[in-house]
């Protein structure tokens, strides 16, 4: 895993966070929950490869 991977996941996190209390605070919780789980797709559309990487590492590891 690349280290800059991590940093991109944590700049996700501080924006959407920093968002979903703007909205919240305006009364907008719809869409603050909208930020959220577009925060949450993209970092798993980030982290999906490295996770079937680990599956397949680990079913080459014990020849299943």
Known sequence: MEV????????????VTVIGQVLKHSGREE???????????IVLFWIVPYIYDLFENIRDLFSL
């Open 31 to 41: 869409h603050a929950f909208l930020v959220s789980l577009a925060g949450l797709l």
């Open 4 to 15: 800059s991977l991590i940093f991109k996941i944590a700049a996700v996190g501080i924006l």
